[in-house]
């Protein structure tokens, strides 16, 4: 009895060490790349800033949808309107292209500059360089273990405000001149 207890157990842990991990693809979290939003000085009120990732295939997780572009929307003060995060499915890459992705500011609110910056999170790297960069970050989406944070700066000029204009001066009267009035 103890014998086949023995056996079993051996081919119950020779089983379990033989099983796969799941791709990204079945459910488990792929590559996540968290987006950050700075607004250094004032932004006009009621501005919304647009971020967008796009790729070169579609391996963006929207839901259970599978799409090459999303965009992310920030307000005035740089904070998320919604999901300030992606999702990818590295399993979804199966053409060249398909994992270069691009982060771009569509909608920078007039900005007087826009700089990005990358800093890889994960295991593996996603940033093609680190930035800060006045040129949209590119990504390469590879592997589940990959993550990064994309830093987009909107910096905004302060517009002078005009000296007050002064009160305007009179000019003082001419002097009056009249022959002397004598009496007497």
Do not use: H
Request: proline share 10%; charged share 15%.
């Amino acid at each position: 009895m103890r014998r086949a207890r023995w056996t079993a157990i051996c081919v119950i842990a020779a089983a379990a060490a033989s099983l796969q991990v799941l791709p990204a693809s079945a459910g488990e979290v792929g590559p996540i790349l968290a987006l950050d939003k700075v607004v250094e000085g004032t932004a006009p009120a009621g501005t919304q800033f647009v971020v967008t990732v796009e790729c070169g295939g579609a391996i963006i997780r929207e839901g259970q949808t599978l799409v090459a572009s999303v965009q992310r929307t920030f307000d005035a003060e740089g904070n998320p309107v919604g999901s300030d995060t992606v999702e990818f499915n590295s399993a979804a890459v199966v053409g060249p292209g398909d994992e270069e992705c691009t982060v771009t500011e569509t909608g920078t609110g007039d900005a007087a500059e826009v700089t990005y910056a990358c800093q890889d999170t994960g295991a593996s790297p996603m940033c093609e360089s680190t930035g800060p960069q006045a040129e949209p970050m590119e990504l390469v989406i590879l592997d589940p273990n990959q993550g990064a944070t994309v830093t987009v700066a909107n910096a905004f000029v302060a517009v002078p405000t005009p000296a007050p204009t002064p009160a305007p001066t009179a000019e003082p009267a001419p002097p009056v001149v009249a022959p002397p009035v004598f009496t007497g």
